[in-house]
């Protein structure tokens, strides 16, 4: 099956500095979805992607649709104690079960 | 605002043991989903329903079953629990379509021992 490689694995946060995390795949997909988990709770959506090359953002995130079909990065800009969390790369191709293929998550933990 | 609802939180099994995970939406979603979390692998599909009376396998299905109760309601079987299935589930429900929205219900922690 598909698999989405999902890099770094963790990482430490100082608020104020900027994060990336990216995702790659062997495999195209038609859409990208970045999804936040936060402890306790299930993943909730924060950005969808739907053609090759777009860039899009939602306040201090920015996520873009690689080329290629087969990556997408995110950005978080001057990140702050609440984007502590898991976060998820998520790919989907054009079938009837509209199912997700899920990177391996990206754990934001912040600098003591 | 209820969205998906799982139960049971927690649950501790023996091995051999069996039991069903309960999952409902109310957000009249056709297409609902199962999956499991294990650390650092995401989260991998064991079984959806893209509708009210389907159902098929997702990448690991070997273990579980699925019942898809009517349009709300969702459930996955354990019939037999092993120790390797311990992990955390979670249900979610969409609707058809590239780039729905997934809404996922907070999870059931399960530990087979």
């Known amino acids: 099956g598909q698999q989405l490689n999902q890099s770094p694995q963790s990482m430490f946060i100082q608020e104020g500095e900027d994060v990336s995390m990216n995702c790659t795949s062997s495999?195209?997909?038609?859409?990208w979805l970045w999804y936040k988990q936060d402890p306790g709770e299930g993943p909730v959506l924060l950005i969808a992607?739907?053609?090759?090359?777009e860039l899009t953002s939602n306040g201090r995130l920015t996520a873009q649709f690689g080329i290629t079909r087969k990556d997408s990065f995110l950005n978080i800009s001057a990140s702050i104690p609440s984007d502590v969390g898991i976060y998820f790369c998520?790919?989907?191709?054009?079938?009837?079960?509209?199912?997700?293929?899920f990177g391996g998550g990206t754990r934001l933990m912040v600098k003591p | 605002n209820a969205g998906v609802t799982q139960t049971p939180k927690f649950q501790v099994l023996k091995t051999g043991q069996s039991m069903t995970l309960q999952c409902a939406q109310d957000?009249?979603?056709?297409?609902m989903y199962w999956y499991r979390q294990d650390p650092g692998m995401g989260l991998r599909l064991i079984y959806y329903?893209?509708?009210?009376?389907?159902?098929d396998k997702g990448e690991v299905p070997n273990g579980y079953n699925v019942s898809r109760l009517n349009k709300r309601e969702f459930s996955l079987r354990l019939e037999s629990a092993a120790p390797s299935q311990t992990s955390v589930y979670f249900c979610?429900?969409?609707?058809?379509?590239?780039?729905?929205?997934?809404?996922f219900g907070q999870g059931t922690r399960l530990t087979v021992v």
């Open positions: 495999s195209i997909f038609n859409t």
């Open positions: 329903s893209a509708s009210e009376g389907t159902t």
């Open positions: 979610a429900s969409s609707e058809p379509g590239l780039g729905t929205e997934a809404f």
């Open positions: 998520a790919g989907q191709i054009d079938n009837a079960g509209n199912m997700l293929t």
């Open positions: 957000m009249n979603h056709n297409s």
């Open positions: 992607l739907y053609k090759a090359g």
